[in-house]
């Protein structure tokens, strides 16, 4: 029992004199509203030098990579079991875009469940506008993606901490703010934004 108790004691102290490299991306909750300056930047410096190690860039030949799915050849089913709430469709997880306040969906993503490592955004028409790659454990978290223009062009970088907690970057590393659920903040802990689904 002393024996326990000593190293109850001794794991406590050394809990309590953890350093902020001691972060990890694993143990992070949310609690942004109460964390210090000091610490929020140090979570965002972890995420950082995890999401942008190598740079992200414009990438090249991007249409020709992507050259088969420029074009949804299913636009029609693929927009109408996106419009009915459907999450799987013909081999593809599958989610829809929607305005606020309006019944019809703007853009529709697909993914093929033999390679997440991919997510297809297409417009309305059927035309791809942007790809997201996952990286990490996709899908179990924490994991992140970068998504690009159908240009190749870097639009945004964003970690996956959990269902409800997201990191959003911008392509050369800027923080833009953490969603929790429904809403972003910023480093002030101030709402910046909301959403209707997470």
């Known amino acids: ?5 000593f190293l109850l004691l001794f794991f406590l102290h050394n809990a309590a004199f953890a350093s902020l490299n001691d972060v990890f991306i694993a143990d992070i909750k949310y609690d942004w509203i109460n964390k210090s300056e000091v610490e929020k930047e140090a979570i965002i410096e972890e995420i950082r030098d995890i999401m942008f190690e190598t740079p992200v860039v414009k990438q090249k030949d991007f249409k020709s990579q992507f050259k088969d799915r420029l074009k949804d050849k299913n636009r ?4 109408i079991a996106a419009s009915a709430g459907y999450k799987e469709f013909k081999g593809n997880n599958i989610s829809a875009f929607y305005y606020k306040k309006m019944k019809n969906i703007y853009m529709y ?5 033999k390679d997440v490592t991919k997510a297809y955004y297409y417009d309305t028409l059927g035309h791809l506008r942007y790809v997201d790659f996952n990286y990490g454990e996709y899908p179990d978290y924490p994991y ?6 159908i240009s190749g ?9 959990s269902k ?18 429904h809403n972003l903040y910023n480093t002030k802990s101030k709402i910046i934004l909301k959403r209707t689904t997470y």
Do not use: H, T
């Open 1 to 5: 029992m002393k024996k326990f108790l």
């Open 109 to 113: 993503a697909l993914q093929d469940k």
């Open 153 to 161: 062009q870097p639009v945004s970088a964003i970690f996956y901490a």
């Open 76 to 79: 029609l089913e693929n927009y």
């Open 144 to 149: 992140y993606a970068i998504q690009y223009r």
């Open 164 to 181: 409800e907690c997201q990191y959003m970057f911008k392509p050369d590393g800027e923080f833009e703010g953490v969603w929790y659920k």
